[in-house]
T-cell receptor, first 114, second 111 residues
Framework: SQTIHQWPATLVQPVGSPLSLECTVE??????LYWYRQAAGRGLQLLFY??????ISSEVPQNLSASRPQDRQFILSSKKLLLSDSGFYLC?????????????FGDGTRLSIL | SQKIEQNSEALNIQEGKTATLTCNYT??????LQWYRQDPGRGPVFLLL?????KEKRKERLKVTFDTTLKQSLFHITASQPADSATYLC??????????FGAGTRLAVHP
């Protein structure tokens, strides 16, 4: 069966520090991969999605970036964090090549910027 | 742009009653609508998908309806239990790869 792993679960970082969040998927090949951010009590905001290795689409201009170095690995990064980057970050995958597929989420990373 | 609207107010119901949550969308009718459950501090979990040519879809105590005339989907939980308390999200694809979520409706089932 397919599983998705996200880490770390919680992270406290000072303003201006770098960020690297990692997400890996097991049990499937060539998935579509997604990064979302969820502010407290708010909906999910799509940040990036990827349909293949090295293919990244950005939805919101900001100081975050994403990379997909391997088929089932998706990384969210920042060179300098801002206070506004605080939030709940979620990684998700769906079956590639087919439209309207359900998305399957990891358990998220709670990021607090001090 | 496509929008998904859900009642932002929490829904409080008594155990054993049927909970009904509403999802409204704008612009063209989506081919599919999806429903997810999210518990505090966790990622959303997929529950049901309904196609535009399906009036109704069931899974155990869950039922989803899709009314393309009203541009609305209703999500029902029958014989609700305190364990059903969570936030429920409605979503539709905007194009091929982007899933647009509503803000979700929080359901609280009281014993």
């Amino acid at each position: 069966s397919q599983t998705i792993h996200q880490w770390p679960a919680t992270l406290v970082q000072p303003v201006g520090s770098p960020l690297s969040l990692e997400c890996t998927v097991e049990g499937t090949s060539n998935p579509n991969l997604y990064w979302y951010r969820q502010a407290a009590g708010r909906g999910l905001q799509l940040l990036f999605y990827s349909v293949g290795i090295g293919q990244i689409s950005s939805e919101v201009p900001q100081n975050l970036s994403a990379s997909r170095p391997q088929d089932r690995q998706f990384i969210l990064s920042s060179k300098k964090l801002l206070l506004s980057d605080s939030g709940f970050y979620l990684c998700a995958w769906s079956v590639g090549s087919y439209s309207n597929q359900p998305q399957h989420f990891g358990d998220g990373t709670r990021l607090s910027i001090l | 742009s496509q929008k998904i609207e859900q009642n932002s107010e929490a829904l409080n119901i008594q155990e054993g009653k049927t909970a009904t949550l509403t999802c409204n969308y704008t612009n063209y009718s989506p081919a599919y609508l999806q429903w997810y459950r999210q518990d505090p501090g966790r990622g959303p979990v997929f529950l049901l998908l309904i196609r535009e040519n399906e009036k109704e879809k069931r899974k155990e105590r869950l039922k989803v309806t899709f009314d393309t005339t009203l541009k609305q989907s209703l999500f029902h939980i029958t014989a609700s239990q305190p364990a059903d308390s969570a936030t429920y999200l409605c979503a539709r694809y905007d194009g091929y790869n982007k899933l647009i979520f509503g803000a979700g409706t929080r359901l609280a089932v009281h014993p």
